[in-house]
């Protein structure tokens, strides 16, 4: 039963333009999300969060969106740049731990 | 700032032998998690402490795995006897508290068994 679900394996984008980053949940007792970001080689670093009282919250180009009626995240990255190629990790925080999604690995094309 | 520093970074070694990796935590955080990452599994977390104190060792596979926090700034991960199936990278995170708070990753051990 995976309770964290990232359905695009990849995604490809052209420089400059938006990324938009998709992530399910199905249990409801969560109370945080996070998005990290993975470089090859590198453990994964925290990039944004949100909590479940909230529907959005903004830092520079990254946004994340929340919608509880569908059990539905997103990340938002505008405008998209090369640097930004990465595998992300979708998270969900409950009683004392983390549940990682599978990742979506993000191209962007110069 | 160090960050989360683990040792070593890759590992080979032949089925059966014992493994140990390690893991330094960033001073003053109160949790660490060990996770393993595969292709098939993605990043499952393994086990949790909290103050030193394992809380969650549900994820834990199997018998053969154990894990150690001896005092704050030091954790262990070991494998005994090791199998093929072990192989995988082993991440050790760190965090303040639960809740909100972000996990700070280490770079992860490779784990190869012949």
């Known amino acids: 039963d995976q309770q964290v679900k990232q359905n695009s394996p990849s995604l490809s984008v052209q420089e400059g333009r938006i990324s938009i980053l998709n992530c399910d949940y199905t249990?409801?007792?969560?109370?945080?999300f996070l998005w990290y970001k993975k470089y090859p080689a590198e453990g994964p670093t925290f990039l944004i969060s949100i909590s479940s009282i909230k529907d959005k919250n903004e830092d520079g180009r990254f946004t994340v969106f929340l919608n509880k009626s569908a059990k539905h995240l997103s990340l938002h990255i505008v405008p998209s740049q090369p640097g930004d190629s990465a595998v992300y990790f979708c998270?969900?925080?409950?009683?004392?731990?983390?549940?990682f999604g599978d990742g979506t690995t993000l191209t962007v094309k110069p | 700032d160090a960050g989360v520093i683990q040792s070593p970074r890759h590992e080979v070694t032949e089925m059966g032998q014992e493994v140990t990796l390690r893991c330094k935590p960033i001073s003053g955080h109160d949790y660490l998690f060990w996770y393993r990452q595969t292709m098939m599994r993605g990043l499952e977390l393994l086990i949790y402490f909290n103050n030193n104190v394992p809380i969650d060792d549900s994820g834990m596979p199997e018998d053969r795995f154990s894990a150690k926090m001896p005092n704050a700034s030091f954790s262990t991960l070991k494998i005994q006897p090791s199998e093929p199936r072990d192989s995988a990278v082993y991440f050790c995170?760190?965090?303040?508290?639960?809740?909100?708070?972000?996990?700070?990753f280490g770079d992860g051990t490779r784990l190869s068994i012949l």
């Open positions: 995170a760190s965090s303040l508290r639960q809740g909100g708070q972000p996990q700070h």
């Open positions: 249990n409801s007792m969560f109370d945080y």
């Open positions: 998270a969900a925080t409950g009683t004392g731990k983390s549940t």
